[in-house]
């Protein structure tokens, strides 16, 4: 498999600094509290995933965090996504500023998700991933917050047998196989 015919399944995580309360161990009939950190910032992170290849592109490498996920601020962020990718294809879902002409302009072949569908998306669980690590703690600041997730990130960047466990799905594989974009290829 070369990286021409890697296709990355893309979605957007909100990372901010209202938190989450999660499961924790305790003692039994201990109360446990948590601290819960309430404050309205927050930043998008875009990611694409090839769960066959184990790589992760994100485009926070080019030093874009998106404030929101309008398709002005967005196309800056998919711009530079395709000119570090060499992608057959980039899998969606069906968001607004997915489906935006400037976007599909930029001739990257894009493929939507059917809707209300996350779990087809890899991309997915790698979010959960990150979110199992970096929620239930307050950080001083949302670009802490955005620090601790760029060097998880850099941690799954280095090991791609973990993106691979975490992504690789057997059906993706089978299918992408079968398709138009791999005999083009």
Not at 6 to 35: C, I, N, P, S
Not at 75 to 98: E, F, M, N, Y
Request: proline share 6%.
């Amino acid at each position: 498999m070369t990286g021409e015919d890697a296709v990355g399944f893309a979605d957007e995580m909100r990372v901010g600094l209202h938190g989450v309360t999660r499961r924790v161990w305790g003692r039994r009939g201990v109360k446990v509290y948590q601290r819960l950190q309430i404050v309205y910032r927050w930043r998008y992170l875009v990611l694409a995933v090839d769960g066959r290849s184990g790589r992760l592109w994100r485009v926070p490498a080019c030093g874009c965090w998106d404030e929101t996920m309008q398709a002005a601020d967005l196309l800056p962020a998919v711009d530079a996504l395709k000119d570090q990718t060499p992608l057959a294809a980039l899998v969606w879902d069906r968001a607004a500023a997915h489906r935006d002409a400037q976007i599909r302009a930029l001739g990257l072949p894009l493929v939507e998700q059917p809707p209300y569908s996350p779990e087809l998306n890899p991309a997915e669980r790698v979010f959960e991933h990150l979110r199992a690590r970096i929620e239930g703690v307050v950080y001083p600041s949302l670009e802490a917050k955005v620090a601790a997730v760029d060097a998880l990130l850099d941690e799954l960047d280095a090991h791609p047998e973990r993106v691979r466990s975490l992504a690789g799905w057997r059906w993706i594989d089978d299918n992408i196989r079968r398709s138009p974009v791999e005999k083009a290829a």
